[in-house]
Structures are given as C-alpha cells and as structure tokens.
C-alpha cells in the first residue's frame, strides 16, 4: 500500500505492481506516480508478509514543475566497436514521461560530424545505430535531450572503433 502526504483519499493497493526476485524473502515494487502537484510531499509504503507482519517506509521529496532534465547515464557499446558490429546506445534520465527529442551526434576525430539521429519518445531509449560509415579509429559522440517546453542537457563520450 502506498499513501501520499498522509491522505486516505491518495492511497493507493500496490499488489498488482509486485513482482517476486524469485525468493519468497524479497521482491520489488514498480509503481509511477503521475500528475502530483508542485511542493513537498510524503510517501508512506506499507508491505505486509503472508503471516500478516507489516513494516512501514516514508520517503519526503519534492516536486519541481518545469526543472530542467538530468540524464544519468549515457553507454555507448560495444566500446570498442567492430567495424562489422552494430553501435547501441543506452540513455537513462529523469523524466520518463516527459515527451523528449533525443539527438545523436558522432564526430570524426578532425571534428567533422559524421553521424546524426534524431528520436522522439517518452521512454529511456536505447538506440541501434547503422554505422558502416565508420572506419577504425576513435570518435567522439554526444547525445541531447530536449523537452517540448525547450529545456534541454547533453553528454559526450569516446568511441573507438576497431577492425574485425
């Protein structure tokens, strides 16, 4: 069960969204909360065993309309590449469900840009890029997400691709 900022009428029955780690001991909740207001709240999670023991948690947070995205992470793999091997990209940021523009840019080492994408999605996204227009050698990527009210971030990395 969750509720948030002690109120009865925003409490929520979470059985559905459990799933086992394959123990009888331990598993997890995945449960997105959408539309809460700006400010500080509370969430309270109470989990009961089949022998009806409860134990209780409370998180306080705060919510922030219009902050600008966080991207956590950004890999690129395998790193290193193969020319005759498919570029992935793995994305993970802050807002899920924020519709976002993802563009990805790849740079020869002259700084010449050899390679662009654009996706639009409200998920983490994970990017299978042609890249037969690569040639060993070591490149640098970067990838921006921009939001529909315009805010934006960015991250660049190193990859560096190698013969079969």
Known sequence: MLMI??????MFVLNDYYESSGSYQSGNVSY????????KHELTFR???LLNNSTSRSLNF???????????????YPNPLR???????????DQPDELMLVDIYVYSPQGN?????????????SFAVDNTYLTPGVYMYRVTFTTTT???????????VIEN
């Open 32 to 39: 997105r909360l959408t539309d809460m207001s700006e400010g």
């Open 83 to 93: 020319v005759s091997e498919t570029m992935h990209f793995r994305v993970d940021y």
């Open 47 to 49: 989990a009961w065993d």
């Open 113 to 125: 840009l050899v390679y662009h994408t654009s996706r639009q999605g409200t998920e983490q996204h």
């Open 62 to 76: 705060e919510v922030i309309k219009g902050l600008e995205p966080t991207m956590y992470s950004i890999i690129a």
């Open 5 to 10: 900022d002690n109120d009865p009428k925003q």
């Open 150 to 160: 315009g805010a934006s971030t960015g991250k660049a990395g190193k990859l560096v």
